[in-house]
């Protein structure tokens, strides 16, 4: 089956720098990758997602990467703040589109934004 | 709307002692999934369901069964309690269809369970 490698599994950066997270997959026919983000004694909740047929996504501050071949992809986050401290979690589905939408999640990264 | 929420919040139990968690969610969602999240292992999938009166396994199911007799509620009972199912229990809701952002899963804010 899929199996989701993250690294790192801490990251502390200076407010203002930049975090890149990196996630790599196992399974080619994985075509969904989301990223959700993990607030102290919150649920996790989705903050960006690329499918298989995009390279790089932006939404303001945050971007993802996708390299098929590699099979790995990657969460940029500029100017990074102290909200942006949390826990992030990279996963891959083969089902988008399809019946079930399964995740497979990466084993969590812990970012701190040192102010 | 209230999205996702998880009963209860907290609880500890004893070895072989039984328990039910109730996840409900409000938006009308078709898929509901159950995770575990332990230290260092990110989030697994226990069971889920695709809808009303259907439940499957998913990658961590052993010690763990499901209901999903309404749409709104999915149900994951532990029979027999063991220590190793001390975790954070996570609950999702999502829909399989419709505009680009469908396949977002909704999480709930989680129940810790502790088995002595």
């Known amino acids: 089956g899929e199996n989701v490698e993250q690294h790192p599994s801490t990251l502390s950066v200076q407010e203002g720098d930049s975090a890149v997270i990196k996630c790599t997959y196992s399974?080619?026919?994985?075509?969904?990758f989301p990223w959700y983000k993990q607030e102290l004694g919150k649920g996790p909740q989705l903050i960006i997602d690329i499918r298989s047929n995009v390279g790089e996504k932006k939404d303001q501050r945050i971007a993802v990467t996708l390299n098929k071949t590699a099979k790995h992809f990657s969460l940029h986050i500029t100017e990074t703040q102290p909200e942006d401290s949390a826990v992030y979690f990279c996963?891959?589905?083969?089902?988008?589109?399809?019946?079930?939408?399964?995740?497979?999640f990466g084993t969590g990264t812990l970012l701190a934004v040192q102010p | 709307n209230a999205g996702v929420t998880q009963t209860p919040k907290f609880r500890v139990l004893k070895t072989g002692q039984s328990m039910t968690l109730l996840c409900a969610q409000d938006m009308n969602h078709e898929y509901m999934y159950w995770y575990r999240q332990d230290p260092g292992m990110g989030l697994r999938l226990i069971h889920y369901s695709v809808g009303e009166g259907t439940t499957a396994k998913g990658e961590v199911p052993d010690g763990y069964n499901v209901s999903r007799l309404k749409k709104q509620n999915f149900l994951l009972g532990l029979e027999s309690a063991a220590p190793s199912q001390t975790s954070v229990y996570f609950c999702?809701?999502?829909?399989?269809?419709?505009?680009?952002?469908?396949?977002?899963?909704?999480f709930g804010p989680g129940t810790r369970l502790t088995v002595t």
């Open positions: 399974d080619s026919a994985s075509n969904y």
């Open positions: 999702a809701s999502s829909n399989p269809w419709g505009q680009t952002a469908a396949y977002e899963q909704y």
């Open positions: 996963a891959a589905s083969m089902n988008y589109g399809g019946a079930t939408n399964k995740l497979i």
